[in-house]
């Protein structure tokens, strides 16, 4: 979308979310066409994603030189790569020739990216190395002045990896500041990293899926007992302003190193840092644009929601362990089971997204008024507000753009 005008629809829909985002007793919602506007999508993927601390993954995806991971972002294809000096970057896995990409997936590719489509060849940093064919025309050493896989920059935060496609961006680490000190006694940074599981082409918007995760008002009718023995009724929300980068809650448990499974009982050792309270407790929370997870008393579960349409986005979901829980002499099969409760929760959350989509499209949908459990959605609606506003600003102070190459 570039910065484009904004027009007098999305000047509309921005109206609304303002007038519904003051507080919990006046406000409401979000407007359908948050959900399945095109033209809204464009402008959030401008005012959201190109402009904010995006999470790709884990450190410990890509411990080796040459590992890499593709996650894609949008319309726009990212990488984390390692390189051979142990430095994790995030490149944009686009060929500088004709635009081919250069990896798909993730594994190891050795101490190069190479082109299929032309072998033109990059380093791990990104710098072009070789471009057959081409020194009748430009010479390979004035190519590498101009062609190269583009680098974005890059913050480590408790061992997961973010970027953000904006180089004029405001450090991250600063916004996390009240989250990072919740989790202190956690150790996440230290956990070790399962296989992640991808699932693609869900039917629903990239928003609903972030607020399954911070809304706990559902939880008590979606899963019902599943979730009774951390009650909705245990849940205390923390103040947040717009300027911070998470937004988070705990809920507490009616017993001790309470687990989401079957057994409803942590199944592995608890994690030995914690106290009295982080035995007692779920934290729920988000660090948007797109990164949720739970830490419970034996690790913490994590998913990436990477948008891809209005209506569509996927997701990698991965669980954290401390690295002596994955020496437990019955890990493989205590965390299958453990992985096997979490996916009823998803299967549950994931027919309840796929019905809110339906009725989103639906012109007749008007913005609901929130429950006094749903605090955190309007602290959302407000992370959001700010940046839609902040972008906005930015357009309308901005030259008009000159052509490009």
């Known amino acids: 979308m570039g910065q484009a005008p904004v027009s007098a629809n999305l000047r509309r829909i921005l109206k609304v979310i303002e007038d519904g985002s003051h507080d919990m007793a006046?406000?409401?919602?979000?407007?359908?066409?948050?959900?399945?506007?095109?033209?809204?999508?464009?402008?959030?993927?401008?005012?959201i994603f190109m402009r904010q601390w995006l999470c790709l993954g884990r450190v410990d995806e890509i411990p080796k030189p040459g590992d890499f991971v593709r996650v894609d972002m949008g319309d726009e294809p990212l990488m984390m790569v390692r390189g051979k000096d142990m430095e994790i970057r995030v490149l944009s896995p686009i060929c500088a020739h004709r635009a081919h990409l250069v990896c798909e997936g993730s594994g190891n590719t050795g101490r190069l990216f190479r082109c299929p489509f032309h072998a033109w060849t990059y380093g791990l940093d990104g710098n072009l190395i070789a471009a057959p064919s081409m020194n009748d025309t430009v010479g390979l050493k004035n190519l590498?002045?101009?062609?190269y896989l583009p680098s974005h920059r890059v913050e480590i935060w408790n061992g997961f990896v973010f970027t953000n496609l904006?180089?004029?961006?405001?450090?991250?680490?600063?916004?996390?500041?009240?989250?990072?000190a919740e989790l202190e006694n956690y150790h996440i940074g230290?956990?070790?990293?399962?296989?992640?599981?991808?699932?693609?082409?869900?039917?629903?918007?990239?928003?609903?899926?972030?607020?399954?995760?911070?809304?706990?008002?559902?939880?008590?009718?979606?899963?019902?007992?599943?979730?009774?023995?951390?009650?909705?009724?245990?849940?205390?929300?923390?103040?947040?302003?717009?300027?911070?980068?998470?937004?988070?809650?705990?809920?507490?448990?009616?017993?001790?190193?309470?687990?989401?499974?079957?057994?409803?009982?942590a199944l592995l050792p608890i994690i030995p840092t914690l106290g009295e309270k982080e035995r007692n407790q779920v934290i729920f929370a988000s660090i948007p644009p797109n990164l949720g997870f739970g830490a419970v008393p034996e690790g913490l579960f994590y998913y990436?929601?990477?948008?891809?349409?209005?209506?569509?986005?996927?997701?990698?979901?991965?669980?954290?362990?401390?690295?002596?829980s994955t020496k437990h002499?019955?890990?493989?099969q205590l965390y299958k089971i453990a992985q096997d409760g979490l996916v009823l929760f998803h299967q549950q959350d994931a027919s309840s997204d796929a019905s809110l989509q339906k009725g989103m499209r639906s012109r007749f949908r008007r913005?609901?008024?929130?429950?006094?459990?749903?605090?955190?959605?309007?602290?959302?609606?407000?992370?959001?507000?700010?940046?839609?506003?902040?972008?906005?600003?930015?357009?309308?102070?901005?030259?008009?753009?000159?052509?490009?190459?």
């Open 329 to 332: 002499p019955r890990f493989e």
């Open 304 to 324: 990436l929601v990477l948008p891809a349409g209005p209506e569509h986005m996927n997701l990698r979901i991965g669980h954290l362990y401390p690295e002596e």
């Open 190 to 265: 230290d956990m070790v990293s399962m296989p992640v599981a991808e699932l693609r082409d869900n039917p629903w918007n990239w928003k609903s899926q972030l607020e399954n995760g911070i809304e706990p008002y559902h939880s008590a009718y979606l899963h019902g007992m599943l979730h009774d023995f951390a009650h909705v009724r245990l849940t205390s929300f923390v103040e947040i302003s717009p300027d911070e980068g998470a937004i988070y809650h705990p809920t507490g448990f009616y017993h001790a190193d309470a687990g989401f499974n079957p057994t409803t009982k």
């Open 144 to 147: 590498k002045g101009e062609a």
């Open 26 to 47: 006046t406000g409401w919602n979000l407007p359908r066409e948050c959900y399945v506007d095109p033209e809204f999508y464009a402008f959030e993927q401008e005012a």
């Open 367 to 405: 913005p609901g008024r929130y429950s006094f459990q749903e605090e955190s959605l309007l602290q959302f609606n407000q992370w959001l507000l700010k940046r839609y506003q902040d972008y906005v600003d930015l357009v309308e102070g901005a030259p008009e753009p000159s052509a490009t190459r």
């Open 166 to 180: 904006d180089p004029d961006a405001k450090p991250l680490a600063p916004t996390l500041t009240k989250l990072t």
